[in-house]
């Protein structure tokens, strides 16, 4: 079933006393990096051996599928031939928008163990609805057929999470983070999900910069002490928010 991920600590504080990420965000983090990395690249799987007879509808998702896009690859080959003839089909049923579906390849009639079939196809399915996967079996003759059958289903678009190298941080220019060009790279966590082409899709930077507060001189304008605001340190630069005077 869907997972709801914990809400962010944000009562906790980010940075620890030596000037690192605290033990609560680092922790929060990490375990939001373990959840995409095991984000459904595979959601189920099953690999049968020396099978001899019609398999009726097995899950394959474990009924705890989201509703999306999913890949659906199977591959099955005759392991022993009969003595005389044999047929072999495999069928894939799912459920989209309530609607039960379902996809059959052509029946394998070539009884011999060289004979086999494989196929992928992408389907719309119904959350925590099943995906199943199913064969109708024939033999003829005194040794009967036996038949090997591989099965997968995974999203319809392969993704990892990682953490970037400081090399590489150049590849999140396009990301809308304005205080990134100011922190140096050794200063700069970015976790990232890229799609099976290595295109990033997703991303979470966080910073480690310096901020000094109560530094500059008081000086009067129009009878007004001004006291210069916080300042991030980045770079050998300092930049402050904006102050208004009365």
């Not at 591959?75 to 894939?92: D, G, M």
């Not at 400081?166 to 050794?186: F, G, I, Q, S």
Request: net charge neutral.
């Amino acid at each position: 079933m869907a997972r709801i991920p914990p809400p962010m600590p944000l009562r906790a504080s980010v940075v620890a006393s030596d000037g690192l990420l605290s033990d609560t965000w680092r922790r929060f983090l990490a375990d939001r990096f373990q959840e995409l990395s095991d984000s459904p690249l595979r959601v189920g799987s099953v690999s049968l051996t020396a099978q001899a007879a019609s398999i009726s509808a097995t899950d394959v998702s474990d009924g705890e599928n989201d509703t999306g896009l999913y890949r659906v690859s199977y591959y099955a080959r005759i392991s022993r031939a009969a003595t005389t003839s044999s047929n072999l089909t495999v069928t894939i049923a799912w459920t989209d928008g309530g609607v039960a579906c379902s996809q059959s390849g052509v029946a394998m009639t070539g009884n011999t163990t060289a004979t086999q079939q494989n196929g992928t196809l992408f389907i719309q399915a119904d959350g925590l609805a099943a995906v199943n996967y199913s064969t109708t079996y024939a033999s003829v003759g005194a040794t009967s057929m036996q038949y090997g059958l591989s099965r997968y289903l995974g999203a319809a678009q392969d993704m990892r999470a990682r953490i970037l190298k400081p090399e590489e941080m150049k590849r999140l220019a396009a990301v809308k983070a304005p205080m990134m060009p100011l922190v140096e790279p050794h200063n700069v966590a970015a976790c990232v999900v890229e799609d099976d082409a290595g295109e990033i899709i997703a991303s979470l930077l966080v910073l480690r910069l310096s901020c000094v507060e109560g530094c500059g001189l008081l000086r009067h304008t129009r009878n007004t002490p001004e006291c210069f605001g916080p300042c991030f340190v980045l770079r050998g630069q300092s930049r402050r928010p904006e102050m208004s005077t009365g």
